[in-house]
C-alpha cells in the first residue's frame, strides 16, 4: 500500500513523533508512507530522515495528493485538509478521519465533516471510539481501533543491576506534556511542593512546552517560585527518545515516579513509554489507561484533585516493585502495542488487496 498521512501541527512529542514511527514502521512492513505536516514546529529538524516527508500549505498540500497515486490518505484531526485529501476528480483517493483528540472543543469539529465522504473513521483506542460516538451517533461509516504503536526498542527496561534501587541522593520525577490546561501542569507544580514537603529535596523533571507562549512559560515560573519549588525543577522544552527514555529508567532507579495530571487521553504515549522503561507512574485514574494499561503495582490510580490519594500513592513508592513485574509490564506493552499489531490492525481497516 500507499499511504499518506496528514496532520496539523509537525511538533516534537505526541501525534507527530508516532506518524514518524508508523512511517517507520510501514516501510519496514513493505508498505510506502508519506507524511505531510501544515506547520513545522520543530519536527523537521528532529526527523531522523526528511525522506517522506513534507511541509507546506493547502496547495501544497493538494499538489502533493494529486501526484501521489495514494491508495489511501489518513487525515488526523485536521478538517481544513479533508477536502484536498480526496484528490482530483478524475481519480479519488479514499480518505480516513483519524481521531486524536479527546476535548470537547477539539472534538466539535467533527459536527462540520461531512463523513459520508470519508472511507472511514478511526481512532487510537476503544475509549476515543466511545466519544466519537457520542458525537457521531449515526455514523454512516466504519470506525475502528488503529492502536499506537510503542518504540519499545528505545524505551527499555534498564539492566537487571540498574534496574535495582540505589543510592541517590533524593528522589526523581518526571511529568511530560504541554504546558496547557489539559496536560494540567499547573497541578504538577503543586504536586511537587507536595512531594518535597513528603521526601524533602526532590528532582522534578518537566518535559515539554516547547510551542508554550512566553506568557505561559513566564506563568510557569512565578508559580515553581511562589511555591518555593525552582530548585527542585528541571524544564526541558523538548527531550528526544532516548533523553526520555534515560530519564524514565534514572527516576524509577531513584524510587520516583511519572506523574499523570491530565484531564483526559487518548492513548497515553508517554505514560505507556515510561511503563516500558520500568518507571511506576501516579496518574489521574483516566478511562482508557484502564483499558491499555494492566493491573500492576507499577501502576498507582488516584483522584488527581485529591492530595490525600496522590500522598499515598507517593508513599507506596517506598514498597518498591519487583523487576519480574517492570518485566511483565514491558513484554505485556511491546506485544499489544508493538509494530506488528498497528500493521496488523491497519491492513484489517484499510484491506490488504490495495
Not at 488516584?302 to 513485574?325: M, T
Amino acid at each position: 500500500m500507499k499511504l499518506l498521512y496528514a496532520y496539523r501541527y509537525g511538533i516534537i512529542g505526541g501525534v507527530s513523533t508516532q506518524l514518524l514511527l508508523r512511517q517507520q514502521t510501514l516501510c519496514g512492513a513493505g508498505h510506502q508512507c508519506q507524511l505531510f505536516f501544515s506547520q513545522d514546529n520543530g519536527l523537521r529538524g528532529a526527523a531522523a530522515s526528511s525522506e517522506g516527508l513534507h511541509f507546506g500549505s493547502r496547495s501544497t498540500f493538494a499538489r502533493l495528493v494529486s501526484a501521489g497515486h495514494f491508495d489511501a490518505v489518513i487525515v488526523i484531526d485536521s478538517p481544513e485538509l479533508l477536502a484536498a485529501a480526496a484528490g482530483p476528480w478524475w481519480r479519488r483517493n479514499p480518505v480516513y478521519l483519524d481521531v486524536h483528540t479527546t476535548t470537547e472543543t477539539g472534538l466539535a469539529y467533527l459536527h462540520d465533516v461531512d463523513v459520508t465522504r470519508l472511507a472511514g473513521v478511526m481512532v487510537p483506542s476503544a475509549y476515543s471510539r466511545h466519544l466519537v460516538q457520542q458525537h457521531c451517533p449515526t455514523l454512516p461509516v466504519p470506525l475502528q481501533v488503529t492502536p499506537n504503536i510503542l518504540d519499545n526498542q528505545a524505551f527499555t527496561l534498564a539492566n537487571a543491576e540498574a534496574a535495582e534501587p540505589r543510592a541517590f541522593e533524593r528522589r526523581e520525577f518526571i511529568w511530560v506534556g504541554k504546558l496547557d490546561y489539559h496536560k494540567n501542569w499547573r497541578l504538577a507544580l503543586v504536586y511537587t511542593a507536595l512531594l518535597k514537603a513528603l521526601f524533602g529535596e526532590v528532582r522534578v523533571y518537566v518535559v515539554g512546552g516547547f510551542t508554550a507562549p512566553a506568557d505561559t512559560t513566564a506563568a510557569f515560573f512565578s508559580l515553581a517560585e511562589r511555591l518555593n519549588i525552582s530548585a527542585s525543577v528541571s524544564w526541558l522544552d523538548r527531550a528526544d527518545k532516548q533523553q526520555l527514555a534515560a530519564l524514565y529508567r534514572r527516576c524509577a532507579s531513584s524510587g520516583g515516579a511519572m506523574l499523570v495530571t491530565s484531564r483526559d487521553e487518548s492513548f497515553g504515549m508517554a505514560a505507556a513509554e515510561a511503563l516500558l522503561c520500568g518507571c511506576p507512574l501516579i496518574s489521574n485514574d483516566l478511562a482508557v489507561f484502564r483499558e491499555v494499561f494492566p493491573e500492576s503495582p507499577l501502576l498507582q490510580r488516584v483522584d488527581i484533585w485529591s492530595p490525600e490519594q496522590v500522598a499515598a500513592a507517593a508513599q507506596q513508592l517506598a514498597v518498591g516493585v519487583e523487576l519480574v513485574q517492570r518485566q511483565a509490564m514491558h513484554d505485556y506493552l511491546a506485544k499489544a502495542y508493538g509494530a506488528p499489531a498497528f500493521v496488523a490492525a491497519l491492513e484489517q481497516v484499510l484491506g490488504n488487496d490495495r
